[in-house]
């Protein structure tokens, strides 16, 4: 098998999807899993533009910037930080 450039570029970001998707499941701080969760988000949106897919590209980083907010809204209503 011959791979390309592209390819192993893909297998990186499917490896750094792998990680974060883990990493929202473990990380007890739900503040630090919505900024995960975007990270998440901008490596889903890359990989469909490695895929030649500019329109899932598009609608991934939109929905994943609007749930990122939205999530970051409700994180910042509900919990209640002691500093």
Not at 67 to 79: C, G
Request: proline content about 1%; charged content about 10%.
């Amino acid at each position: 098998m011959n791979f390309v450039v592209a390819d192993y570029w893909i297998m990186v970001l499917l490896l750094i999807l792998i990680i974060t998707s883990l990493a929202m499941y473990f990380i007890k701080d739900l503040l630090h899993a919505v900024i995960v969760y975007g990270a998440y988000t901008l490596t889903m949106a890359l990989i469909w533009l490695q895929m030649n897919t500019p329109d899932l590209a598009i609608t991934e980083a939109a929905a994943g910037i609007c749930m990122t907010v939205l999530m970051m809204i409700v994180v910042f209503r509900t919990s209640r930080r002691e500093e």
